[in-house]
Nanobody
Framework: QVQLVESGGGLVQAGGSLRLSCAASGRTFSGYTMGWFRQAPGKEREFAATIRWTSSSTYYGDSVKGRFTISRDNARNTVYLQLNSLEPEDTAVYYC???????????????????????WGQGTQVTVSS
């Protein structure tokens, strides 16, 4: 059974930083594209970032571009999201997701859609105080 487990969330002041981690287990993730989404109370799930298996291609949502950085360590089956210059508007539950080999063939710009992802973690809360 595939499991994605996020960690690293917490409470931080505006302007601060956090590093989220997502550990994958249950199968080999060779060829899988990994993504991060977030969801604030009363809002729809929002795309944050995605990274292909080779790490050569990344893509970011407009609201996080220039502040967040996605990376992965395939040997550890782990993907990271570095959050810098955090703002109160970044407060949300952050979810890790994995797109299988078939969905990973989509153009990276299409991987903004949650529908392209086959597996999801349980989420980690990030709260940014002003």
């Amino acid at each position: 059974q595939v499991q994605l487990v996020e960690s690293g969330g917490g409470l931080v002041q505006a302007g601060g930083s956090l590093r989220l981690s997502c550990a994958a287990s249950g199968r080999t993730f060779s060829g899988y594209t990994m993504g991060w989404f977030r969801q604030a109370p009363g809002k729809e799930r929002e795309f944050a970032a995605t990274i292909r298996w080779t790490s050569s291609s990344t893509y970011y949502g407009d609201s996080v571009k220039g502040r967040f950085t996605i990376s992965r360590d395939n040997a550890r089956n782990t993907v990271y999201l570095q959050l810098n210059s955090l703002e109160p508007e970044d407060t949300a539950v952050y979810y890790c997701a994995a797109a299988g080999p078939r969905n990973s063939m989509a153009p990276i710009s299409q991987l903004q859609s949650p529908n392209k992802y086959d597996y999801w973690g349980q989420g980690t809360q990030v709260t940014v105080s002003s």
